[in-house]
């Protein structure tokens, strides 16, 4: 499976870049670099699994990726937990 599909498996946002993932209210988490193609795929879904225990333990309401050329990076929109 290519990132894009990872992330969809996992109802994961999907986003061009770091900015973009701030932007929308979501905060940066783990980056890896990966040399190729087979890396980014296996990069993205040991991040993405990360993202899925923190949702899993109410630690995060939403989860996503920014996928870029050389780089995949796990973001997240934490709980509000003060009922705002």
């Not at 899993?56 to 973001?75: F, H, K, M, Q, Y």
């Amino acid at each position: 499976m290519t990132p894009k599909e990872i992330a969809a498996h996992y109802d994961a946002k999907v986003f061009d870049s770091p900015d973009a993932a701030t932007a929308a209210g979501f905060e940066l988490g783990e980056t890896a670099q990966p040399r190729n193609v087979w890396n980014k795929a296996s990069a993205a879904s040991a991040i993405v699994l990360n993202l899925v225990q923190k949702k899993a333990s109410g630690e995060a309401e939403e989860i996503g990726l920014v996928i870029e050329p050389w780089r995949v990076t796990g973001c997240y929109k934490a709980t509000n937990h003060d009922g705002q």
